[in-house]
Each structure stands twice: as C-alpha cells, then as structure tokens.
C-alpha cells in the first residue's frame, strides 16, 4: 500500500452534474498529479498540482478543474458530466514533479 | 503528440519462464521511464524506474534496459510466479512537470 487515499471509491452521476473526487497524498509529498484511465487503457494525465499551483495540464477541457490544499491533498471537479467521462480517476503523489509517482486506489465514476 | 508503444498487447508464458515487454517513446526529451503493475480493481504500483542516465537496472526478478538512441526500453520479469499475473504499464516523463505518458498497457497471463 502505498499512503495515498481517495475518496469515493464508486460513484454514479447523471449526464450535466458536477462531481467532486479527493485526494489524500503521501506523507513528505507535496505533489499530487491526476490521471483519467478509461477501461482497458492507460492513465492520462489531467494536471499536476505543487505546492498548492498547478503545475502542468494535459488535453483535458477547463471543465476539468482542480485544486492542492495547504496540507497537499486535492480535489478534482468535472462540471457539466458527460457519458465520456465514466472512468477510473487515479491521483498520484510525489516528493516534487521529478519523483516517483505512487498512486492511490481510484475512484470509479461512472455517468448515466 | 508525444505517444508511448507498448507490445504485446497480451502475452502467456509458462509459470517459471521469463517474460518481455517493450516500449517505445516519441519524445526525445524524456528521461524517466517508470513501470507500473495493475492487479484488477486496484491503482497503478510502481515496479521499477529508470532514468535516462542508466542503461540498465535490476531488482530481484525484474531488470528494466533502456536504449536512449533506439528510445526504446524493455521489462523483464525472470523465474514467473501465477502472483505476476497482472495488467503492466510502461510510461515516459514528458515536460518540466514529468508528466507521464503511458503505453496501453500488457496483460500478463502466467500459466500453471
């Protein structure tokens, strides 16, 4: 086991709600990185928050937002869901944006 | 866009055989490779890393190479045990932030 938690583990949403997904990081990390893993592919990379900034974002819309907390935990919101977004959301944490990532459970979503 | 390869897509080895996964990558500045293990209903475990620096690493039954000039770079896995049964995942580092670009994933299937 790796440290890193998230929260909800399931999650159904109707098409057009808003979700919120969180994310404890590994103690001395001060990183958290988020990726999107449709079923039966690799992860893709949201966006990486440091130090409470965002950090880097990847070819995700800005309905994709997120946020780092003084204690480095995280939350990932996607407003105005789409049937497109069911997937596993993985959060990732590290020492900084070179380190090793390693990652949490997932939180399922799935839209209807 | 910057991509990851990854092959096979499934490969079956006899319980006690070795088994090969490569990876190719696109993005000539990439210079962290890690790989991540899968078990189902689980997130991403990282397994072995390798930075650009170094050609070759090894921990116990795994060894990761790596061919800067060919950008590619391989998992090898000796003496299978049924417990290495699981999805495995090659990634580059993409960008200052390291964000990972991930290959489609190899499902391992360790035969009795």
């Known amino acids: 086991e790796t440290g890193v938690t998230q929260s909800p583990t399931h999650l159904i949403k109707t098409r057009g709600q808003q979700v919120t997904l969180r994310c404890s990081s590994q103690?001395?990390?001060?990183?958290v990185s988020w990726y999107q893993q449709a079923l039966g592919q690799g992860p893709q990379f949201i966006f990486q928050y440091y130090r409470e900034e965002e950090n880097g974002r990847g070819n995700f819309p800005p309905r994709f937002s997120g946020l780092q907390f003084p204690n480095y935990s995280s939350e990932l919101n996607v407003n105005a869901l789409e049937l497109d977004d069911s997937a596993l959301y993985l959060c990732a944490s590290s020492r900084g944006g070179d380190d090793e990532q390693y990652f949490g459970p997932g939180t399922r979503l799935t839209v209807t | 866009g910057e991509n990851v390869e990854q092959h096979p897509s499934t490969l079956s080895v006899q319980e006690g055989d070795s088994a090969v996964i490569k990876c190719t990558y696109s993005d000539s500045a990439s210079n962290y490779f890690p790989w991540y293990k899968q078990e189902l209903g689980k997130g991403p475990q990282l397994i072995i890393d390798?930075?650009?620096n170094v050609g070759e690493k090894k921990d116990q039954r795994i060894a990761v190479t790596l061919n800067k000039t060919a950008k590619h770079f391989s998992l090898h896995i000796t003496e299978t045990q049924p417990e290495d049964s699981a999805v495995y995942f090659c990634?580059?580092?993409?960008?200052?932030?390291?964000?990972?670009?991930w290959g489609a994933g190899t499902k391992l299937i360790i035969k009795p």
């Open positions: 103690s001395g990390h001060n990183t």
């Open positions: 990634a580059a580092s993409m960008g200052s932030n390291y964000q990972l670009i």
């Open positions: 390798i930075r650009s």
